[in-house]
């Protein structure tokens, strides 16, 4: 049976409706590993199923504030990748409840002033320009 969620799916099994991710006891996998030649840069990927989320469990549930920290390599994207059911989930189960939308964190800041990192070019507007850094 094929443990792989549908983003549709609101059947979660908890002991409340408020919750929006659920997670049992789940391992996922690329489906294929990357490997770089020191010398030459060369790059040989190899398609075995090899585990990069093993065994987790939680449940976010609405209202809730989740951070998910740790060092560089150590699993953080796939998990968020996993949730987006982009991410094979070979044992367990991840379902979600509603809507998800995963918005990568890549910020882009000109050289410039506060202000010109806030206008991007646009004509300034006084009071939308203040609002913005009140928020």
Known sequence: MDERYDHNDTSIDTDTEEALIECRNVSASWGYTVEQDVDSGSFEVTYEPIINIKNITFTARKGELIAVCGPVGCGKTSMLTMIMNELEVVEGSCKTRGKVCYVEQEPFIISDSI????IFG?????????RTLQV
Request: aromatic share 16%.
């Open 115 to 118: 202000k010109e990192n806030i």
């Open 122 to 130: 646009l004509p300034y507007e006084d009071r939308k320009f203040k």
